[in-house]
């Protein structure tokens, strides 16, 4: 026996009516995603440097800077530490050396804070 028709019918799948369903959920949703990832800025800063993510508020003091500069290294120093002593050989002296190269920093940091501290009177 011949059918006329393959089985199941060659049909779109989505409806026309569908399909605008579906493209209204699809602006809806570009829409929404970038509004909360892609937000226009209020108004444009002249002083930001395209392309800048992040940015030290104007008037901080030294001290501020040099007291977080040494926290930073710190944390740093003891993340590449851990690293260090999971790896093995070669790996193992790149992240030591690092970890020194982080060391040193905060010892200058530290002495630089030091130096701040004492210029300004108690």
């Known amino acids: ?3 006329a028709t393959p089985n199941p019918p060659d049909t779109d799948p989505t409806s ?3 399909k605008t369903k579906t493209q209204k959920l699809d602006e809806a949703a570009e829409r929404a995603l970038d509004y909360y990832l892609n937000p226009k800025p209020d108004k444009p800063e002249a002083d930001a440097a ?3 993510l992040f940015t030290v508020v104007n008037g901080v003091d030294t001290e501020t800077l040099l007291a977080n500069l040494s926290e930073n290294l710190a944390s740093a120093n ?3 530490s851990d690293l260090a ?3 093995e050989g070669p790996r193992r002296h790149i992240a030591l050396g690092i970890q020194q190269l982080i060391e040193l920093s905060a010892m200058l940091a530290n002495r630089a804070l030091d130096n701040v501290e004492a210029r300004q009177p108690t």
């Open 1 to 3: 026996m011949f059918k």
């Open 16 to 18: 026309p009516r569908k």
């Open 50 to 52: 395209a392309g800048q």
């Open 78 to 80: 003891a993340m590449v």
């Open 85 to 87: 002593f999971d790896l």
